[in-house]
């Protein structure tokens, strides 16, 4: 059993990317611009994990340029079937979850530059701020930072190997760079689609204002239609529905 720990609320400090080194899988960082993505796979991919990068950064550079309410809605826009996929997929996942498209941008580079990379490799991980999309060929488990809460370094997911391809994505509205109007420590959703998680964990953590909203907040996001499971911490309270197990 491999154990990650992700620090999606730790963003600029990424010490938590050096606990995975003990395995079997090479371990490399590729920025581009605002993109900071850590890496596993079965060898060093970081040629075309780079020219991933830059295609899907492109992609949405462009349409922003021609649609700038694609950067600064914090609202769900139209469906648009002429953009690219990578954008389109974006629109539609934050439609469902009812969130502005930005929302969804990390956990969609994080996907696609995945999807990339296993062309080439059986196993590959991709995070991305927090947001990861994985393939893996054993169980692993992924612990959860969650700020000042006493939960924080507590509470583990365990991945099992045939989920995979599987997207857990966190946010967070009391530490980090993750934009929320909630004040959840930390919201995680598991989805097939790294995507509508990235989407459906800022949707949910909007709607925990306090820490009783735990429960509104674990209903709407098992009711975003592709969501597998929600947990939440807010303080040293915590919520789990759906198909999460804990370790």
């Known amino acids: 059993m491999h154990i990650v720990r992700?620090?999606?609320l730790k963003y600029r400090d990424r010490k938590y990317r050096r606990r995975i080194r003990e395995n079997n899988l090479v371990s490399f960082e590729v920025r581009i611009k605002e993109t900071d993505l850590w890496i596993c796979a079965g060898r060093d991919l970081s040629v075309l994990a780079e020219k991933s990068v830059i295609k899907n950064?492109?992609?949405i550079e462009e349409y922003i340029k021609i649609h700038p309410e694609f950067l600064s809605s914090f609202s769900p826009l139209e469906a648009d079937i002429l953009a690219p996929d990578i954008v389109r997929d974006m629109m539609q996942a934050t439609i469902k979850a009812g969130v502005g498209p930005m929302?969804?941008?990390a956990g969609a580079i994080a996907q696609y530059v995945a999807?990339?990379?296993?062309?080439e490799s059986q196993d590959v991980m991709v995070e991305n701020g927090g947001d990861i999309f994985l393939r893996t060929s054993r169980d692993i488990l992924i612990g959860?930072?969650?700020?000042?809460?006493p939960l924080s370094d507590k509470i583990?997911?365990?991945?099992?190997?045939e989920s995979t391809p599987l997207g857990v994505c966190t946010s967070s509205a009391s530490v980090g760079h993750s934009a929320s109007f909630g004040c959840a420590d930390a919201v995680c959703v598991v989805s097939a689609s790294?995507?509508?998680?990235?989407?459906a964990a800022t949707a949910v953590g909007n709607l925990v204002q306090k820490d009783s909203d735990i429960r509104k907040?674990?209903?709407?996001?098992?009711?975003?239609?592709g969501v597998l499971g929600v947990l939440i911490i807010a303080g040293d309270k915590l919520g789990v529905r759906g198909a999460i197990e804990l370790a």
């Open 156 to 161: 583990s997911l365990k991945i099992r190997q």
């Open 6 to 8: 992700f620090d999606p």
């Open 194 to 199: 790294a995507i509508l998680a990235d989407a």
């Open 217 to 225: 907040g674990l209903d709407y996001g098992l009711g975003i239609e």
């Open 103 to 105: 929302a969804a941008v």
């Open 144 to 149: 959860i930072f969650a700020g000042t809460s």
């Open 115 to 119: 999807l990339d990379l296993m062309t």
């Open 57 to 59: 950064r492109h992609f």
